[in-house]
């Protein structure tokens, strides 16, 4: 069995662990972007060029710092912002800070000329997305989704809700969902569930207490969970077994 949250119960889960226990952000940040530069080196082989397209809060954070692992193994990466950067977290300001000064390939999207691109990593929006995207947002996600290249989504696949596993819009599909801590609920209700690839649920640092006190909202069985269930007839049904 394994327990699944919410958007809004994540964001609990990782203000408390972040508020109250004390666990910085960027410690976070940093486990989660080598689960995700890891799973993109698994996909990009020989890759010409990887895109991280970003969004200016943590789940963008993220997308930079793990572009910035895999510029430093070697790839050429280039850092697309999606979103007005004045509007970034700390967090975001602190990772586009660093990928600066290590000299990254770091474009606005609206002033990107698309080249070559063997991989996309997508951290665009994350698990507090809560509306229909619109704008150039939604351009940036049918565009992504038109390309045919393997994307690693971090945490979730933009544009999908990450409760009810709705797409708001537009949404772009995974080959592989890095997520952190705990699966999304939204990430095995359909749709959702066909837009998140392989899903991989990557410690990152959360205690346990911080899941307590948000608490479970619900839990899913896995192939081991029905192993001590007796084998049905083939031609049996509900009144003869």
Known sequence: MRYLVTGEQMKEIDGYTIGTVGIPSLVLMERAAMAVAREAEKLAGKADSIWAV????????????????????????????????ERGTREFHTQLEIARKLGLSIAEWKDFIPGRCGLVIDGIFGVGLSREVEGEYREILEKISSMEVPVVAVDIPSGIHSTTGQVMGAAVKAAVTVTFGWEKLGSVLYPGREYCGRVVIEDIGFPPVSFQKAGPSAWTYEKEDLSGLPLRSPGGNKYFL
Do not use: F, Q
Request: charged fraction near 10%.
């Open 54 to 85: 970003c969004g200016t809060g943590n789940n963008g954070a993220d997308g930079v710092a793990a572009a910035r692992m895999l510029a430093l193994k070697g790839y050429s990466v280039t850092v697309i912002l999606a979103g007005s950067e």
